[in-house]
């Protein structure tokens, strides 16, 4: 009766005793195209920050450095829209 405490099944337990192969297979399949979409997305993402970068600085505007946030940004909002 290891991994029960008071009649309960520890999460480890209760996922390995109820899932089948099949279903493991395709749960991991999921996560793992999902990490995928996730990793492209972020991809597009620091394309399109070097890009407003490489816009601010082409047009005389002074852009932050690397990592860091120009002031008049909110730090709610990454300075990515302005709330109002």
């Known amino acids: ?16 005793a109820t899932l089948t192969t099949s279903a493991r297979i395709s749960a991991l399949n999921i996560v793992g195209e999902l990490l995928r979409k996730v990793g492209n997305l972020e991809s597009k993402l620091a394309s399109c920050r070097e890009y407003v970068h490489e816009q601010t600085v082409n047009r005389g505007g002074q852009a932050a450095p690397a990592g860091q946030k120009n002031s008049s940004e909110s730090p709610s909002t990454n300075g990515l829209y302005n709330k109002g």
Request: proline share 0%; aromatic share 12%.
């Open 1 to 16: 009766m290891t991994g029960r405490v008071c009649g309960f099944v520890s999460a480890g337990e209760s996922f390995s």
